[in-house]
Nanobody
Framework: HVQLVESGGGLVQAGGSLRLSCAAS????????VGWFRQAPGKEREFVAR????????NYADSVKGRFTISRDNSKNTVYLQMNNLKPDDTAVYYC???????????????WGQGTQVTVSS
C-alpha cells in the first residue's frame, strides 16, 4: 500500500516559481503513473499533470502547458512538479496520486497524498 507525501507548497507572487515534491513509500511498479491534481475552494478537483515511472510519457492540462513541468527521480521514489510563471488562478491545494496505466481521469487514481497548499498573490 503506497503512501504519498506532498511538500513544497507556499506563498509566491504572480510570475514566481515553486517546486512541489511527491515522495512515495512502498513498492514501485513499472506500469505505475503519478499525477498531480489541484482543488480550489468551491471547485472540483482537477487534473494538472501526469508522468509514468519511466519518465517517457507525460500529460498536462491545457491551463498549465508551457508553465509546469513534471519529472521523477526513481532512486528517490519522488515525483516533482516545477511550476513557473505562476498565476493567481493556480492557487489551490495540490495533491499527488497514483494510477495504473495511462490515464488522467481522477477516478483512476487510487492512492492520494494529503496535499500541499499553493497560494499565488497578485
Amino acid at each position: 500500500h503506497v503512501q504519498l507525501v506532498e511538500s513544497g507548497g507556499g506563498l509566491v507572487q504572480a510570475g514566481g516559481s515553486l517546486r512541489l515534491s511527491c515522495a512515495a513509500s512502498g513498492r514501485t511498479y513499472r506500469n505505475v503513473s503519478v499525477g498531480w491534481f489541484r482543488q480550489a475552494p468551491g471547485k472540483e478537483r482537477e487534473f494538472v499533470a501526469r508522468i509514468n515511472w519511466s519518465g517517457d510519457s507525460t500529460n498536462y492540462a491545457d491551463s498549465v502547458k508551457g508553465r509546469f513541468t513534471i519529472s521523477r527521480d526513481n532512486s528517490k521514489n519522488t515525483v516533482y512538479l516545477q511550476m513557473n510563471n505562476l498565476k493567481p488562478d493556480d492557487t489551490a491545494v495540490y495533491y499527488c496520486a497514483r494510477s495504473w496505466g495511462v490515464t488522467t481521469t481522477l477516478g483512476d487514481f487510487d492512492s492520494w497524498g494529503q496535499g500541499t497548499q499553493v497560494t499565488v498573490s497578485s
